[in-house]
């Protein structure tokens, strides 16, 4: 007997027989059916037609995961404005993100893997266009015909991108033309969730809560890029002062232990989840040790001093090519002022602070700098293990310093495994056992890039508080270093 627990939106594509007898059969008259809080589980056996020998298969179709279904018969206003107050506080995040910018500051593009903030703007507008509006609103028109092609990113199955090197290139349409593409969209969502029958509903919020979820990602890549590119500027423009407690005394290191034995990792179905998170599923763990906080600037530090980035026997050999190739001698950001480390903040130039957790690695340093420290990377599954759940807590965007901040106090059990910084793991970004992709052109979200990056986990100081979760899975090129990115050890 073999289960399958897939979410909803992943409609049946996967099992033929099934296939048919789920779409025809109306949801009520479905057997199986069991609700518990408010989800629907749906619970299908029945005798594989070829093999007498492979008895029967059971499928659980949870309605959660992507969406919170809408009973039908219970669509009422408050649904409705839910959604739409949700929508508009994301949407006009965004924006206030954007507000300590110049004009000149939305159109630049220093580097391929960077993207200017005028294209932020109005990709993520294009998403809601793409996947929503030009399928759910009849008659829908863009603003204009070519915003389908200079706004897509990578998705291939809805048409050729533009450049992505290239994006920093195009001033027109203007940031002001940007702002009334958003603008339009928004009235166009809005009046959409508003005026959706009821039989539509459930599918149109469910792409409005990938739509929203996308746009976060992309606040924090906002706000990355734009302290990529203001760092490359020998001004070292400050994007906004925002003073944050400064600790002089951090708790000690220390280790907290985990038996070995199966546990039970990914996403459960309570709450939105992205494919990549699905299926839960159990895995075997070796006892393992993870570090109570994260690595901070002093100890790293300690690492450079020892001629850590000189010394191959650290290193990968990937990473000390990277070294080698790109010069580094510290952290991204870091420079030596007057014989002290300063480095670039979203708030300006400042002194490194050593309490605060380091931040800008690569995973080649990461990995180097646990080797020096005698010690390695946790994997993505010992870290979920040791996370527990996330309450809420954390240095995030919110906050409003985006910078990662010293401990102040240890807690029981790990300490800082939300908000910071990302923190590096040592595994590779692979799909889970079972895993499906979304259908259609959404499934090019994640699944495409299972290959050559490594996970990481937690959020940062530039993540939406209502973006993280135990199970998120990020992930980057190993070399990358621009994202708020630091370390954590394990043993
Ligand atoms: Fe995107």
Not at 47 to 73: C, D, V, W, Y
Not at 447 to 455: A, D, H, L, R, T
Request: net charge negative; hydrophobic share 30%; with cysteine.
């Amino acid at each position: 007997m073999s289960q399958l627990i897939i979410p909803y939106m992943l409609k049946p594509h996967i099992l033929p027989p099934l296939t048919k007898s789920l779409s025809e059969a109306p949801e009520k008259d479905l057997p199986g059916e069991e609700r518990r809080n408010q989800h629907v589980f749906y619970r299908y056996e029945w005798i594989h037609g070829h093999n007498p020998n492979i008895i029967s298969f059971i499928l659980t179709m949870n309605a959660e995961p992507l969406m919170q279904k809408t009973e039908r018969t219970d669509l009422s206003d408050s649904v409705r404005e839910e959604l739409m107050n949700r929508y508009r506080t994301v949407r006009s995040f965004t924006e206030e993100l954007t507000s300590p910018l110049e004009t000149e500051d939305y159109v630049i593009q220093v580097a391929e893997h960077t993207s200017p903030a005028k294209w932020h703007l109005a990709h993520t507008s294009w998403f809601f266009e793409t996947f929503l509006l030009a399928k759910e609103k009849p008659g829908y028109q863009s603003l204009h015909p070519q915003y389908s092609y200079l706004f897509n990113s990578y998705y291939l199955q809805t048409g050729v991108p533009h450049c992505r090197a290239r994006r920093g290139n195009i001033s027109r349409p203007t940031v002001r033309e940007v702002f009334e593409y958003r603008a339009s969209v928004d009235r166009h969502v809005l009046e959409l969730i508003e005026q959706s029958n009821k039989d539509r509903f459930s599918d149109i919020a469910s792409i409005i809560k990938i739509g929203l979820n996308h746009e976060q990602q992309h606040q924090e890549l906002l706000l990355t890029d734009l302290k990529f590119m203001f760092a490359q500027n020998p001004l070292y423009p400050v994007y906004r002062k925002a003073e944050r407690p400064r600790i002089h005394s951090i708790p000690e290191h220390d280790w907290i232990s985990f038996d070995e034995g199966i546990y039970h990792v990914g996403h459960s179905g309570n709450g939105f989840g992205y494919d990549n998170e699905f299926p839960r599923h159990k895995t075997y763990l070796h006892s393992f040790q993870i570090a109570s906080r994260l690595v901070t600037n002093g100890e790293y530090m300690e690492f450079i001093e020892d001629g850590g980035y000189d010394e191959p026997r650290w290193w990968l050999e990937e990473g000390y090519s990277a070294v080698g190739k790109e010069g580094w001698e510290s952290p991204l950001y870091w420079t030596r002022k007057e014989g002290e480390w300063h480095y670039f903040t979203l708030g300006g130039l400042e002194k490194v602070d050593p309490g605060e957790p380091v931040c800008h690695v690569s995973y080649f340093e990461a990995d180097a700098f646990a080797r020096w420290a005698g010690c390695r990377l946790p994997t993505e599954q010992e870290w979920e293990i040791a996370a527990g759940d996330f309450t809420g807590e954390g240095n995030f965007v919110e906050k409003g310093y985006r910078q990662p901040m010293a401990l102040r106090t240890s807690g029981a059990g790990a300490n800082q495994m939300y908000g910071d910084v990302w923190e590096w793991t040592g595994s590779p970004y692979t799909p889970y056992p079972g895993y499906e992709p979304l259908p259609g052109a959404l499934g090019e979200y994640n699944g495409k890039f299972m290959c050559n990056q490594y996970v990481l986990r937690g959020g940062s100081c530039a993540t939406s508080r209502a973006h993280i979760r135990r199970t998120y899975r990020n992930f980057f090129y190993p070399d990358k270093r621009w994202q708020f990115m630091g370390i954590r050890l394990a043993r």
